[in-house]
C-alpha cells in the first residue's frame, strides 16, 4: 500500500497525513470496487482547483454510487489503510482438523477428552501445562496468529461464564436466546466471521469438563432457550468430543427448555446415533452455494447441510435455518429464493422450529482483518455505512429491501407456520416490516 500512498502524495501535496489517509483509503476501495487500478482511478480526477471537501464529496459519491443516486448523506468512516500480504489465509490447506501440538491442563490429563485426542491425533507433540491462562498470558493477537490456529489445540476445565445472555448491540431489539460457550474457535474461515477480530486465542479451546456445564445449568434458569454456536461451530468438532450425545441426553430430562447445535458443518453422525428430542433443534446457517465457495471455506457446501438437516428431522430432531448474514449483491434475489426451494424440497416443515434473517455488519477492526486475511474479498466492496450501534452495515432502506424479500419467499414456501426472527435490528426495523416484537417461543 506505500506505493498507493506515494500516488496520492504526488497528486495532492497540499493534503496534510488526515486527508492523505481519508484519500487513499477511498481510492483503494474504489479501485477495488471497480477492478480497476488506484492509478486509473487518480487519473479520471482532472479537475486540478478541487478543494479538498469537493474532492472528497466526488470519490464518496463514486464509493457509493447506489445511496448516492438515492439521495441518502453518506456519513462514512475512512480509517488508515494497512494491509500486508503476510496476513492473507491459505484458503485452499486441507479442511481437515489436525492439530500440530496439543496442550493439555493437569487438571483435565485423566478426562475422557484427552484420551480421545491422545488417540485421535498420535502424531501431534503433547505437552501438559498448568493453566491454560497462566501459559496464554499476554500473547498478542494478530491476524498471522489466527491463521496459524488450528495448528494448535488447548484442552482445559472451564470454571466460570458457562451459560449467558446473547449479547446484542446497544439499541437492537434481542430474541431471547443465551449462549453456552462448549469450545472457542472455528476450523472454517468465513470470511465475514466475527471471531477474526474478537479471540485472542493461540489455537482452538474445548472444555473437558462438559459435566460441570450440566451441573450449573440447574442454578441458570428455568424455560431458556440455549445454543452453542457463538464462539464455536456446534458441530465441528463433535467427533472428537462426543458433546452432542451427552447434550441430548441432558436436555431430555429438561423439556421446558430447548438446545440448539448451530452449524455450517454436515457433521451429524454424533447426534443421528441418538433419538431425537422436540426440545432439541439441529441449525444450519446458509447461504447460497456462489456465497460458500467465495466467503465460506472449508466449511460443508449448501447441499450437504440441507441433507444433513432432512437426516436429522428423519431423527426425530426439530431443525432451523439462519439466513445470516444474507448478502447483497446483483442477482442475490434468485440465489436466495433457490436455497429456500432446496430447504423445502428436502425438509419438512413440521420439524422446523424457527428461521432467522440477518445481515452484513461488522467492526471497524474486524473490516481491517477481512481486507488482510481475505484481500480478494467482494463483501466489502458493499455500500457498508455506520449504524447505531458503530457497526458497519447496509443502509436501512437496503436492509428493509431484503428482509421484505426474505420474508416473501419464506413464508411462500412455508406458510406462516414457522417463526421467523432479525438478528441485531433495532426495533423501527422489526416494526416496517410489521414482525411480532415477542420472543420466540417453542
Not at 501440538?101 to 491425533?121: H, Y
Request: charged residues 25%.
Amino acid at each position: 500500500m506505500s506505493g498507493l500512498q506515494e500516488l496520492v502524495l504526488l497528486r495532492f501535496p497540499w493534503a496534510g497525513p488526515n486527508k492523505r489517509q481519508e484519500l487513499v483509503r477511498l481510492v483503494y476501495e474504489i479501485a477495488k470496487r471497480e477492478k480497476i487500478s488506484p492509478d486509473t482511478v487518480l487519473a479520471s480526477i482532472s479537475e486540478e482547483s478541487l478543494s479538498f471537501e469537493q474532492l472528497k464529496h466526488k470519490l464518496v459519491k463514486r464509493r457509493f454510487p447506489e445511496l448516492a443516486s438515492a439521495g441518502i448523506i453518506v456519513n462514512a468512516v475512512f480509517p488508515v489503510l494497512d494491509i500486508s500480504p503476510d496476513r492473507q489465509v491459505d484458503t485452499a490447506r486441507e479442511a481437515a482438523f489436525s492439530p500440530e501440538r496439543i496442550f493439555i491442563e493437569e487438571s483435565v490429563s485423566k478426562t475422557d477428552l484427552s484420551a480421545q485426542v491422545g488417540r485421535l491425533f498420535p502424531r501431534a507433540q503433547f505437552r501438559q501445562i498448568k493453566s491454560y491462562k497462566q501459559f496464554v498470558g499476554q500473547t498478542r493477537f494478530t491476524a498471522e496468529a489466527y491463521n496459524q490456529r488450528t495448528k494448535e489445540l488447548f484442552i482445559v476445565r472451564e470454571a466460570y461464564d458457562y451459560y449467558k445472555p446473547c449479547p446484542c448491540s446497544p439499541g437492537v431489539l434481542g430474541c431471547g436466546y443465551h449462549n453456552v460457550n462448549l469450545g472457542f474457535g472455528c476450523p472454517y474461515e468465513c470470511s465475514y466471521c466475527f471471531l477474526q477480530s474478537y479471540t485472542n486465542a493461540p489455537g482452538i479451546v474445548l472444555p473437558a469438563n462438559i459435566d460441570d456445564f450440566f451441573s450449573s445449568f440447574a442454578g441458570y434458569r428455568k424455560a431458556v432457550r440455549v445454543g452453542s454456536g457463538e464462539t464455536t461451530d456446534s458441530l465441528a468438532f463433535d467427533h472428537l468430543t462426543g458433546f452432542s450425545g451427552k447434550i441430548v441426553d441432558f436436555f431430555r430430562g429438561h423439556p421446558e427448555s430447548v438446545f440448539e447445535f448451530k452449524t455450517k458443518s454436515a457433521n451429524v453422525q454424533g447426534l443421528l446415533a441418538h433419538a431425537g428430542r422436540p426440545n432439541i433443534v439441529a441449525a444450519w446457517s446458509v447461504n447460497p452455494q456462489t456465497v460458500i465457495d467465495r466467503e465460506e471455506f472449508l466449511s460443508a457446501g449448501l447441499l450437504q447441510r440441507i441433507e444433513a438437516a432432512a437426516f436429522c428431522a428423519r431423527a426425530g430432531y426439530r431443525t432451523a435455518f439462519h439466513f445470516d448474514p444474507v448478502f447483497y449483491y446483483p442477482g442475490w434475489e434468485g440465489d436466495y429464493a433457490d436455497v429456500v426451494k432446496a430447504i423445502a424440497s428436502a425438509v419438512p416443515s413440521a420439524s422446523m422450529a424457527w428461521i432467522s434473517l440477518g445481515t452484513l455488519r461488522m467492526t471497524f477492526t474486524q473490516k481491517k482483518m477481512i481486507e488482510n486475511r481475505f484481500p480478494c474479498n467482494t463483501i466489502l466492496d458493499a455500500e457498508l455505512l455506520p449504524g447505531s450501534d458503530r457497526k458497519l452495515r447496509y443502509h436501512e432502506s437496503v436492509r428493509l429491501g431484503i428482509y421484505r424479500v426474505m420474508l416473501s419467499l419464506i413464508r411462500e414456501k412455508f406458510g406462516a407456520r414457522v417463526p421467523v426472527y432479525l438478528c441485531m435490528e433495532p426495533l423501527a426495523v422489526w416494526r416496517s416490516l410489521e414482525m411480532p416484537l415477542e420472543p420466540i417461543r417453542w
